[in-house]
Nanobody, 113 residues
Framework: QVQLVESGGGLVQPGGSLRLSCVYSGCISSFNAMQWYRQAPGKQREWVATIAPGRDPRYTDSVSGRFTVSRDNSKNTVFLQMNRLKPEDTAVYYC???????WGQGTQVTVSA
């Protein structure tokens, strides 16, 4: 089984920063590409970023230049550093392994003044 536990969300003002973490366990290794997704109220879940071994991270256009994905394989953890946050970044954020339909409970990010 695969377990994914996201954390680090919260309420932040526009322009602020948050760092999300995703601890994974089970049949996921450092060879698995990992992804971040988000789902805003009333909207479909959307892809945010991917980090894959040996490749440059990729980002959806709306977060490119503001978000940075990274991982610490020794701690089975993937991070999403979010800077210059905007109200439209408000969503529940999830991590998942690329190509596998495993999801955690997500972590809520709210950007509001």
């Amino acid at each position: 089984q695969v377990q994914l536990v996201e954390s680090g969300g919260g309420l932040v003002q526009p322009g602020g920063s948050l760092r999300l973490s995703c601890v994974y366990s089970g049949c996921i290794s450092s060879f698995n590409a990992m992804q971040w997704y988000r789902q805003a109220p009333g909207k479909q879940r959307e892809w945010v970023a991917t980090i894959a071994p040996g490749r440059d991270p990729r980002y959806t256009d709306s977060v490119s230049g503001r978000f940075t994905v990274s991982r610490d394989n020794s701690k089975n953890t993937v991070f999403l550093q979010m800077n210059r946050l905007k109200p439209e970044d408000t969503a529940v954020y999830y991590c998942k392994p690329l190509g596998h339909d495993y999801w955690g409970q997500g972590t809520q990010v709210t950007v509001s003044a």
